[in-house]
């Protein structure tokens, strides 16, 4: 299927959708603040989802198809994130499940508006835990807040820190730092093996 924009109050988002045949639901991912869908993490968690029987849409964000490489502000990408996830559960979704994720900055968006767009599950890639060499500044909060399923895939070598487990949230350490390029097998490895969980 070709990108379709769906029109936010901030722009068009554009939107990749892999429909599967009889999904079992839809995994719907963001890109990180100045990267595109095509990040070799989100790659392999898209082939996951695809083989868990899955659908796979993955959003670009309004400043991305604007050609902007600075990330918007938080409000507005949640906003954007939002009006895509409603157009997708109106238009592709029906009653199946939700579940909603991203790479790094693209994971925060998620988790913040987990309860808005009525996600089952949160798959955070490279979840930014604070800036770099600035762990006074902790975003744990943001995931500490999700009371659904989280699984945290993250490099073990990440300047961006290593997000605390909860009672909602998995961490899974894997080979490299924050592009999770080293071993793209373990991350696609360990979001398969979250999907079978969280599916059933």
């Given at each position: 299927?070709?990108?379709?924009?769906?029109?936010?109050?901030?722009?068009?988002?554009?939107?990749?959708?892999?429909?599967?045949?009889?999904?079992?639901?839809?995994?719907?991912?963001?890109?990180?603040?100045?990267?595109?869908?095509?990040?070799?993490?989100?790659?392999?968690?898209?082939?996951?989802?695809?083989?868990?029987?899955?659908?796979?849409?993955?959003v670009e964000q309004p400043y991305r198809v604007a050609g902007r490489k600075s990330p918007?502000?938080?409000?507005?990408?949640?906003?954007?994130?939002?009006?895509?996830?409603?157009?997708?559960?109106?238009?592709?979704?029906?009653?199946?499940?939700?579940?909603?994720?991203?790479?790094?900055?693209?994971?925060?968006?998620?988790?913040?508006?987990v309860a808005e767009t009525g996600a089952a599950a949160v798959l955070c890639l490279a979840?930014?835990?604070?800036?770099?060499?600035?762990?006074?500044?902790?975003?744990?909060?943001?995931?500490?807040?999700?009371?659904?399923?989280?699984?945290?895939?993250?490099?073990?070598?990440?300047?961006?820190?290593?997000?605390?487990?909860g009672p909602n949230a998995e961490i899974v350490a894997v080979k490299g730092n924050h592009?999770?390029?080293?071993?793209?097998?373990?991350?696609?490895?360990?979001?398969?093996?979250?999907?079978?969980?969280?599916?059933?």
């Amino acid at each position: 299927m070709k990108p379709f924009a769906v029109e936010t109050t901030h722009g068009p988002a554009r939107v990749h959708l892999d429909a599967a045949k009889d999904h079992a639901g839809l995994l719907m991912l963001g890109h990180g603040a100045g990267g595109g869908i095509t990040a070799p993490d989100l790659e392999a968690a898209a082939g996951a989802a695809k083989d868990a029987g899955l659908s796979v849409a993955l959003v670009e964000q309004p400043y991305r198809v604007a050609g902007r490489k600075s990330p918007a502000p938080a409000k507005q990408l949640d906003a954007a994130w939002q009006a895509v996830a409603s157009h997708l559960r109106e238009e592709h979704l029906g009653e199946w499940r939700l579940i909603a994720g991203g790479r790094s900055s693209g994971a925060r968006v998620a988790c913040r508006t987990v309860a808005e767009t009525g996600a089952a599950a949160v798959l955070c890639l490279a979840f930014p835990e604070h800036p770099p060499g600035k762990p006074e500044k902790s975003r744990q909060g943001e995931l500490d807040a999700v009371e659904v399923p989280v699984l945290v895939v993250q490099g073990e070598s990440d300047p961006f820190g290593m997000p605390t487990a909860g009672p909602n949230a998995e961490i899974v350490a894997v080979k490299g730092n924050h592009s999770l390029k080293s071993d793209v097998d373990a991350v696609g490895a360990a979001v398969a093996a979250w999907l079978g969980r969280v599916l059933g």
